[in-house]
């Protein structure tokens, strides 16, 4: 077990894997002891869930027992042709298919009892013996995952390491081909290009940065991979609107749309501005969740110059 002093938590499945080996060793060698043959001991929390609920849907079945549908219908099967469940019982609801325990798996039960308080008992010594309790230990961590699953967290260290290698930077003319491309990527990808974006992604110095409004480059091993604009308005109520945001799908999961929404933020109230403003579309979802997550909120009724736009949002922000 040296190996995995070495490689730390990083093979803490591999771990679990050979410790849950091990307990299914012993318990087939156990159903053999108590003359339970042929007892797979994968079956257990089915057969448990049947001696003491009665008969039940394979839907429900998986619920209950935290498995895939599939995964139960596997099973059941498997129990089926084993002659423990009986799948051919006819219900009280038509539209339900249920199984229940046969003949053969009820008689069995009186067997698996006796041998479940054995295992209890053993259980329990271990439990005393031990200086954690695995058994409590089991639960808090399956409700750690069912909070956040171990792909998001590893998902989120790895956006977070990477995050810190991407740099905000003000535009300049050499990014203009990127500030272009990468807005003309996705727009094209969903929709069509308009004539305002034309006039904007052309002309950035005249339509964006001249009127008084900004472009931030996102860098990435210094290569622009993400761009937003940050737009003057000339309305009663908006001072800046927050526009032409792109990420390069290459770059994409390292949350280059949250530097970049929060540096345009930052920007907007260095110049004093009270509200920020912006238009999407709700096909989006990425984009939109990530507008919630910044503290945009959904607003009505404004003037729109895009085909596209199907939702607007505002940002207050406190200066």
């Known amino acids: 077990m040296n190996v995995f002093d070495k490689t730390g938590k990083m093979a803490l499945g591999s771990r679990m894997r050979i410790l849950t080996s091990k307990m299914t060793d012993d318990a087939a060698k156990i159903y053999e002891m108590y003359n339970v043959e042929g007892f797979v001991p994968k079956w257990f929390p089915v057969y448990f869930l049947l001696s003491?609920?009665?008969?039940?849907?394979?839907?429900?079945?998986?619920?209950?027992?935290?498995?895939?549908?599939?995964?139960a219908t596997k099973i059941v099967k498997e129990m089926t042709k084993?002659?423990?469940?009986?799948?051919?019982?006819?219900?009280?609801?038509?539209?339900?298919?249920?199984?229940?325990?046969?003949?053969?798996?009820?008689?069995?039960?009186?067997?698996?009892?006796?041998?479940?308080?054995?295992?209890?008992?053993?259980?329990?010594?271990?439990?005393?013996?031990?200086?954690?309790?695995?058994w409590e230990a089991i639960k808090e961590w399956e409700h750690i995952l069912e909070k956040k699953s171990l792909f998001k967290r590893v998902q989120d260290q790895k956006k977070a390491r990477e995050s810190k290698d991407v740099e905000i930077v003000e535009y300049e003319e050499k990014y203009q081909h990127a500030f272009k491309s990468l807005n003309e990527e996705w727009i094209s990808n969903y929709f069509e290009?308009?004539?305002?974006?034309?006039?904007?992604?052309?002309?950035?110095?005249?339509?964006?940065?001249?009127?008084?409004?900004?472009?931030?480059?996102?860098?990435?091993?210094?290569?622009?991979?993400?761009?937003?604009?940050?737009?003057?308005?000339?309305?009663?109520?908006?001072?800046?609107?927050?526009?032409?945001?792109?990420?390069?799908?290459?770059?994409?999961?390292?949350?280059?749309?949250?530097?970049?929404?929060?540096?345009?933020?930052?920007?907007?109230?260095?110049?004093?501005?009270?509200h920020l403003y912006l238009e999407s579309n709700t096909v989006l979802k990425p984009a939109i969740n990530l507008y919630y997550k910044l503290g945009f909120e959904k607003v009505v009724g404004h003037a729109t110059p895009y085909k596209r736009c199907n939702i607007q949002m505002e940002l207050k922000l406190n200066n």
Do not use: F
């Open 193 to 274: 290009m308009e004539e305002a974006d034309y006039k904007a992604l052309d002309n950035p110095k005249e339509y964006i940065l001249d009127k008084g409004g900004k472009i931030l480059i996102a860098l990435y091993n210094n290569e622009p991979v993400g761009v937003c604009a940050l737009i003057k308005m000339n309305d009663s109520h908006y001072d800046y609107e927050m526009a032409k945001m792109a990420v390069s799908p290459k770059a994409q999961g390292k949350n280059i749309g949250w530097l970049l929404g929060k540096a345009i933020a930052e920007e907007a109230k260095k110049l004093g501005a009270s």
């Open 52 to 71: 003491e609920e009665g008969e039940k849907t394979i839907t429900e079945i998986a619920e209950d027992i935290g498995h895939s549908q599939p995964s």
């Open 82 to 134: 084993a002659g423990l469940i009986d799948d051919s019982i006819e219900s009280k609801d038509k539209r339900r298919n249920v199984v229940a325990l046969s003949e053969k798996g009820k008689e069995l039960s009186k067997k698996i009892k006796i041998q479940c308080q054995d295992i209890d008992n053993a259980v329990e010594l271990m439990l005393n013996e031990a200086s954690h309790n695995l």
